[in-house]
């Protein structure tokens, strides 16, 4: 028993080791240079005023409205239309083959190019989306240089560029779900919304709570495909915590921009650990 034991043990140190060195050692220096201000050669403490400064200054309280809306209406339009098209993928068209290829391309892309290029064809005037709204009687949209459309503009891209892994994963939960489920019910008069409901829907569970787990972080962590399509504007219209951390890091503000990962940090920790829970208890259920 003894021996086993120590077995155990040395499989656990190294990763407390990585653990430890790689993740609670920056965690306690980065909250420690959150309360100072600093720069390479000096840090000064200050206590809580980074923080203050961050959520009382408006533009930088922007970025976290921002961000609860990138995460909200993105990984929410992620999960529900996503799970459509693998429904529809996995029925019995054709051309199913041929769509999932499709499907899965916007990830093959980078988010630098994906931004340029919806950048170019949501030009207010020379953009290949407003001369298809001016061909149809429509008025030109400034899709990104309007405050009102900017965000939601960019979060319409987002979708488009992550709806490929999880329709990938979507379509993976539903082709191993047993064919005998949807005879049965069948047999038994069931149409095809019911079908859905209480066969697919219940049985993609794991695959649900995966791709929403999957696109809340996504949603924070989103930066290169506004950055290439926005840089943050127009103002702060579109800004979120990554753009603002970065923003206020190239100003020379270290201190405050490090109260900002420290705040991200927290945000995510207080929504996705009670999010996973949540989801857990919903499938044990």
């Known amino acids: 028993m003894r021996k086993n034991k120590i077995y155990h043990v040395g499989f656990v140190i190294p990763l407390i080791i990585v653990f430890t060195a790689f993740f609670l050692v920056p965690m306690v220096i980065s909250l420690y240079f959150s309360m100072t201000v600093w720069n390479f050669d000096s840090a000064k403490f200050c206590g809580l005023k980074n ?3 961050f959520f009382t200054t408006k533009s930088l309280w922007t970025g976290v409205k921002n961000t609860l809306i990138y995460a909200l209406l993105g990984s929410g339009g992620i999960t529900v239309l996503a799970f459509m098209l693998a429904v529809f993928l996995t029925s ?3 051309t199913k083959n041929f769509i999932r290829s499709a499907v899965f391309f ?3 892309v980078s988010a630098i190019a994906v931004g340029i290029t919806f950048t170019a064809m949501m030009h207010p005037t020379k953009g290949i989306i407003n001369k298809l709204i001016e061909f149809l ?6 899709f990104l240089g309007d405050t009102k459309t900017a965000l939601f503009s960019v979060i319409l891209v987002l979708l488009w560029k992550g709806l490929s892994i999880a329709t990938v994963i979507y379509v993976a939960g539903i082709t191993s779900i047993d064919t005998d489920y949807y005879e049965a019910a069948a047999i038994d008069g069931a149409n095809g919304w019911a079908r859905l409901v209480h066969i697919t829907v219940p049985l993609c569970r794991s ?9 809340v972080i996504g949603s924070f962590r989103n930066f290169d ?4 399509m926005t ?8 800004d979120n915590m990554a753009s603002i951390v970065y923003k206020q890091y190239a100003a020379g503000f270290y201190g405050l921009s490090t109260a900002g990962n420290v705040v991200l940090f927290l945000i995510i920790a207080v ?3 009670p999010l996973q829970k949540l989801l857990n208890w919903k499938k044990e259920v």
Do not use: C, E, K, Q
């Open 231 to 238: 840089g943050g504007g127009p103002g702060y219209a579109t």
């Open 92 to 94: 019995r068209i054709r």
């Open 225 to 228: 495909l506004m950055w290439a």
């Open 271 to 273: 929504l996705i650990f």
């Open 137 to 142: 009687g429509g008025t030109r949209i400034n």
């Open 51 to 53: 923080y203050i400064t």
């Open 207 to 215: 695959s649900i709570n995966t791709v929403i787990l999957l696109s």
């Open 106 to 108: 916007p990830n093959l």
